[in-house]
């Protein structure tokens, strides 16, 4: 059983999805601490009212990014924990961090990395005229949403649609595919093969396909 830290910045609606994963055997841990950045955010009161310790490390309390980064590091350290996942955490970690985890800190993105990373995704697939958006679960390495790609999924882009009724569409696949991705974590069957994270186990459809507008059309 893996022990996992959560580290958020605003609502956590992905840290429920793990907190519940993990309560439905889906995924083989448990999370054993969430720390968030910024005070007050219903991240934790969702980790209050799960029975897992929280606390607030705020950024602004630090010199620098090196200084604030070094006792995230320390806390999770002290928790003991395998995995460290990212869950609305508007930070941008620093090498020292990662290398205190390696390979072993997860994030997930409202986009088809490598397309479209950073902020404001959502709008900016809308602007593009895309067919197709989604969302990807990555390791996280020292860019910007770079690290190697564990598992996408995907949603059809609509000409009429807002960028809210886009990003609620990505949100329903992202509390989906990010407890599975740490399941398969939890399982051992995930390895990175340079640029490729290697799922064990993985089977081929080859006639999976998805086409926006369909053909049919």
Known sequence: MIRIGVL???????????????????????????????????????????????????????PDREAFDAELAKALLECRVDLVCL??????????????????????????LPSFPGL?????????????????VHFVDEGVDTGPIIIQAVVPVYPQDTEEELKERILRLEHRIYPKAIGLFSQGRLSIDGRRVVVRGLAKDETACLINPPLGL
């Open 8 to 62: 958020v910045s605003g609502s956590g609606s992905n840290l429920q999805s793990i907190m519940d994963a993990c309560a439905a055997g889906e995924i083989d841990g448990t999370v054993v601490m969430v720390i968030s950045n910024v005070e007050g955010v219903y991240a934790l009161e969702r980790a209050e009212r799960g029975g897992i310790p929280s606390r607030v490390i705020s950024h602004a309390d630090y």
């Open 87 to 112: 869950a609305g955490f508007m930070r941008v970690l620093t090498p020292s961090f990662l290398r205190t985890f390696p390979g072993r800190v997860m994030n997930i993105h409202p986009a088809l």
């Open 120 to 136: 404001h995704v959502r709008q900016k697939a809308i602007d593009y005229g895309v067919r197709f958006s989604g969302c990807t």
